[in-house]
């Protein structure tokens, strides 16, 4: 997987199309990164953002990022699962936009020592958020094959699934699984083959950083309390939210919380995409993180 090291935001412009920042109010950033697409929603006419993000570092390039907006902007490390704990610390009760942008940022990925790509060689950690949970080493060190086999298959849809899992098992005994450098020679070696059109290891490094950031976990139920809090149609228009997901399986849990929301008696939204929208040409040949990155949105109604 190539990826730059300047990060730039995906779709930025469909989702100000989509958020339509320029209505003003209060938004939400649950996954705030760098700080690119907060910034486009404040330039776009967002009175105020609250941008969250687990990872520190993160937050402390979009806090260089966002500075110009002064107190419009307020950053608080969370997970995006507690939105509800910190809207109702601040006392707010609706806002007019909530964006999740989700899975790694390319600093992530290209920041030395997170142990998340297998371009370099280095211990093998794979958190978001370092001040907390086991590390991919750490959970290598004593998972049952069975259940990694389960993990490699369902995060990473590696077909091989079972086969990686077994070279792990069988190279521990060994010595330990530590860095990105061992993890992907035991995983080409197991998946065996000519390459096709990207690395072997690419599914089971994916499939693992899902499992280590519980990235899926709550994603469903948490979409569902994030409409929650948009503001309801009234005078004024519903509030809006946005997802961008770059893997089907995150894609699928996002189509379906939507798509059970807009339906039925009681149904608490209307889909403002009823296709995912994705990035032209010209975008993923600007930004290849962009190539399967997929953005559905809805209307509070
Ligand atoms: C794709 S990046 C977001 C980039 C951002 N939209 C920008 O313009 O810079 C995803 C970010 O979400 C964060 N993240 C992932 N899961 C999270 C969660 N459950 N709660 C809070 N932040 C999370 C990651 O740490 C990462 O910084």
Redesign the pocket.
Known sequence: MEERAE?V??L?DEVRSLLDPARGGMFV???????????MLLEGGADRLIG????RD?LAV?RG?LAGFGDRVELVH????SLDEVLDARGIAHVAGI?L????????LDQPGRGFSFRRDEPLDMR??RSRGETAAERLATVEEAELADVIYQFGEERKSRRVARAIVEARRASPVETTGQLAAIVRRAVGGPWQRIDPATRTFQALRIWV?A?LDGLESCIGRAVERLQPAGEAAGGRMAV?A?HSLEDRIVKHAFRAMAQGDRRAVRLLTKRPVVAGDEEVAANP?ARSAKLRAVERL
């Open positions: 990060h935001p995906v930025v950033d649950g996954t705030v990164g760098l700080g690119g697409h907060a910034r969250l993000d687990r990872d993160a979009a990022t969370a997970d995006y699962r964006l942008d989700l899975g790694v940022s390319s600093m992530q978001m958020d950031n990235e961008i770059f993180r």
